[in-house]
């Protein structure tokens, strides 16, 4: 579509008047009738119907007219956009379900504090974000990965369950309890390791997809389970309990293409935090 043209219907719609429109664009009534022909030909429609005193509007003019009004003002705008003394740079961020908050509040005040102008683009984890906030089990092969915490799993038992009183507990005391398992999570290979050690067959109470589908079954009472420590925090009805056995933990971080660098401000994200610890909130 021919900006030119854009130009001439609006004037003639305004003005109502093919001379008067002209003037308004400063071309001659031939050069304008013209350009009209050429817009209705373009758009197969009659947009004004002429008479001596002017012309009359159609319907179909009506409701081209707002939208050539916005087109136009979004072309006139382009010079303004690119005279501004800053532009906001967008960065593209997937973030993984199930993340402590306090990480994600820090890492954003602290980025968009450093950063000055951005534009954050939050999607679900994936190749065609610049950068991940995830597990280092999830990155992707072909991604590098800069840790920034470790999260410890803790063991969680409901208020009312015969453990919660027990100041400390034995591996063994774990035998027979009713267990809710996530087996999407990344640490579920090394739970069953820890419940292997009791030397009893667990009873399985439930299998769940998510971390927060095991932790509402755990506030409801069902079962006991392990759990990265911030996504039990201060949640009501549930102890974590000291345990005598195997530790383990997850390593959340940033993963990343080496092409993302081409942003700069990626650049300068995974700069500062290559030499900086992230405090959490």
Not at 147 to 164: F, G, M, R, T, W
Not at 248 to 262: H, N, V
Request: charge should be neutral; hydrophobic fraction near 40%; aromatic fraction near 8%.
């Amino acid at each position: 579509m021919d900006e030119r043209l854009l130009r001439f219907f609006v004037a003639i719609y305004e003005e109502k008047n093919l001379s008067r429109a002209a003037g308004k664009c400063f071309v001659s009534q031939p050069n304008i009738s013209n350009g009209l022909k050429q817009l209705e030909e373009t758009v197969g429609k009659e947009l004004f119907t002429r008479h001596k005193r002017g012309v009359e509007i159609k319907e179909d003019a009506h409701y081209l007219y707002p939208i050539a009004k916005r087109l136009l003002g979004e072309l006139n705008a382009i010079p303004d956009l690119f005279r501004q003394s800053h532009i906001r740079r967008k960065v593209v961020i997937g973030i993984a379900d199930s993340l402590p908050q306090a990480l994600k509040n820090s890492f954003f005040k602290k980025m968009t504090n450093l950063l000055g102008e951005i534009e954050w683009d939050v999607r679900p984890i994936g190749r065609d974000c610049e950068i991940n906030i995830l597990v280092r089990e999830w990155k992707f092969e072909e991604h590098l990965f800069l840790p920034l915490i470790k999260e410890d799993y803790v063991l969680c038992i409901p208020q009312n369950h015969s453990l919660a009183n027990k100041s400390r507990i034995e591996i063994s005391d774990l035998s027979g309890e009713p267990f809710i398992h996530c087996p999407p999570c990344e640490a579920h290979q090394q739970c069953l390791s820890i419940l292997n050690n009791t030397g009893d067959k667990w009873n399985t109470i439930a299998n769940c997809q998510s971390k927060n589908e095991v932790l509402t079954l755990l506030m409801a009472g069902l079962g006991i389970t392990f759990l990265p420590a911030y996504l039990v925090q201060d949640k009501p009805g549930i102890h974590i309990k000291e345990y005598n056995g195997p530790r383990y933990f997850r390593e959340i971080g940033l993963s990343y293409a080496q092409k993302s660098l081409k942003n700069p401000k990626v650049a300068e994200i995974i700069d500062y935090l290559s030499k900086h610890e992230l405090e959490l909130i």
